[in-house]
């Protein structure tokens, strides 16, 4: 269980995040007021708040004063020439609570020209005690989708489901995904947890969601196999509205649990349409859907279990009938296929039947990792920022089989830290950018493989097929050195004679 005491943490989110508008933020006399609501965790105690405002005056006719403030709070007031600008301010908080609240940034006597705000520069900055704990699952379900103050770092045990642990762990980190609106961040240790879910085995009933504790959450059923169910339950069907237990029956009435994806033009042969849309894993549910973690510890797993968390987020809802296992060989044969895990913990066959941009993604991060090395006593490479970074690399993949089955790959090369490349792909916008047949990620950097939705003959196409085909460029300046080589003698030979 987590600690009763939670110090206070601040979190500072981009205005994008918070307002539907895809576009900038406009200030001027036919847009005097932008209204951005935002939400803290309930039972958070909120102490602060700051705003980062970035704007850009349309002429030197900008004017005007700009008021910030939150809910019926005082403003604070702004009165910047025609010049382009960023500040950060603290706003008075004395009406900031748990809950809804409302960011008004408003304009007063505007000039001839307005202001624009930049929502992806601007951030809003919130100081917040995170809560002890929860009364109802409502109110876990909405501290989930908190913008701030929410529980972040999850602790999952589903042991008790037996042969279904995998399952029913993948189902409940997809529903934590779906009420955050991003991976959640698993842990191995309760004692560091915010929220706890668990897998309890009650021997008699039907399958249910119990609020055990001020921050746990108990998934029951009356056998192992049947948690299965339960797990389903947590990741298809919204708990808003009610207490402390959620059942079958109370399913009937409740939402649906998903999400709409982003509109994107994605392959959905390639990585950008797993990364955006979930495809093909997320179709009829995961109906079709095979999906293995090939991980050697907790750490791992669960670093593989927010991949799933994020790419069942892009389909928009839980892959409920997926086949989930730790053993390729007892996946379905016909449907797709996904496999997590360090590359060492593969079948080599999955790499040997990949197509060549593939192995040259593999090849490529094997090259990036640091060797192993022996210090004689010496820490100085261990302690190089540079090495630890360079530990942070995966690759992922999708491709077909002859046999028409789509095969996707989460790994990592022998030097790598699996764990830790997986939770920083989930976790950050590197997601959105994979695309190709084949992709490197590292600590900062998507590098794509293959056939992407880069233009033909573009420099983008261009690098990609240099990348996929190095081995075939590196043989041809091999043999032409040898050709040149051979050449350079017979000139030689040519003028000896001649002399």
Do not use: C
């Not at 102490?47 to 709070?73: K, W």
């Not at 085995?201 to 119990?210: C, L, M, N, Q, Y």
């Not at 990592?412 to 950018?433: C, H, N, Q, V, Y």
């Not at 990609?464 to 081995?471: I, M, Q, T, W």
Request: glycine share 6%; no cysteine.
């Amino acid at each position: 269980m987590a600690q009763d005491f939670r110090a206070a943490r601040s979190e500072e989110v981009l205005l994008t995040e918070l307002t539907s508008a895809s576009a900038d933020l406009r200030l001027d006399a036919d847009h005097r007021e932008i209204r951005i609501p935002f939400t803290i965790a309930p039972n958070a105690d909120p102490s602060g708040i700051e705003l980062l405002m970035n704007a850009i005056p349309d002429s030197a006719r900008s004017g005007g004063r700009i008021e910030a403030f939150v809910n019926r709070s005082r403003a604070v007031v702004l009165q910047p020439r025609a010049e382009s600008f960023e500040a950060r301010f603290a706003l008075y908080s004395d009406d900031l609570r748990a809950g809804e609240n409302t960011l008004v940034l408003r304009i007063v006597e505007p000039g001839e020209d307005g202001w624009t705000v930049s929502a992806q520069a601007s951030r809003l900055r919130i100081s917040a005690a995170p809560p002890l704990g929860y009364s109802a699952l409502s109110e876990v379900e909405a501290a989930l989708n908190a913008d701030f103050a929410a529980p972040r770092r999850v602790h999952v045990d589903a042991q008790a489901a037996g042969d279904d642990e995998l399952a029913v762990a993948a189902l409940i980190a997809q529903g934590l995904a779906l009420r955050m609106g991003e991976a959640p961040i698993l842990v191995s240790d309760a004692d560091v947890a915010e929220l706890v879910v668990t897998a309890f085995v009650r021997g008699s009933g039907a399958p249910a969601i119990d609020l055990t504790g001020p921050s746990e959450v108990r998934l029951s059923a009356a056998s192992p196999a049947a948690l299965i169910a339960s797990a389903r339950l947590f990741a298809a069907r919204s708990m808003q509205a009610h207490t402390v237990r959620f059942d079958m029956a109370a399913a009937l009435n409740a939402p649906r649990l998903e999400v709409t994806p982003t509109p994107v033009s994605a392959d959905r042969d390639a990585l950008a349409g797993l990364a955006n849309l979930g495809a093909p894993f997320g179709l009829d549910q995961g109906g079709r859907a095979a999906v293995v973690i090939a991980a050697s510890d907790e750490d791992q797993r669960n670093a593989a279990l927010s991949v799933i968390a994020r790419a069942g987020l892009a389909s928009g809802s839980a892959w409920l009938y997926a086949w989930f296992g730790d053993d390729i060989d007892a996946a379905p044969e016909r449907y797709d296929l996904m496999v997590l895990g360090p590359q060492a913990s593969l079948d080599p066959r999955l790499l040997a039947a990949a197509p060549g941009e593939v192995r040259a993604a593999a090849n490529a991060a094997a090259n990036r990792t640091p060797q192993r090395r022996r210090y004689y006593g010496s820490t100085a490479y261990a302690a190089d920022p540079s090495e630890r970074d360079a530990r942070i690399t995966g690759v992922a993949a999708l491709f077909a089989t002859p046999e028409g089955r789509q095969v996707a790959l989460f790994t990592a090369p022998d030097g790598a830290d699996f764990a830790r490349a997986a939770k920083r792909l989930a976790r950050s916008e590197m997601w959105t950018e994979l695309d190709g047949r084949a992709a490197l990620w590292d600590a900062s950097n998507v590098t794509h493989f293959g056939p992407s939705a880069a233009p033909r003959f573009s420099a983008e196409w261009i690098s990609g097929e240099l990348r996929a085909h190095d081995e075939w460029l590196a043989l041809g300046a091999f043999s032409l050195a040898v050709l040149l080589l051979l050449g350079s003698i017979n000139v030689n030979r040519t003028s000896r004679r001649a002399s």
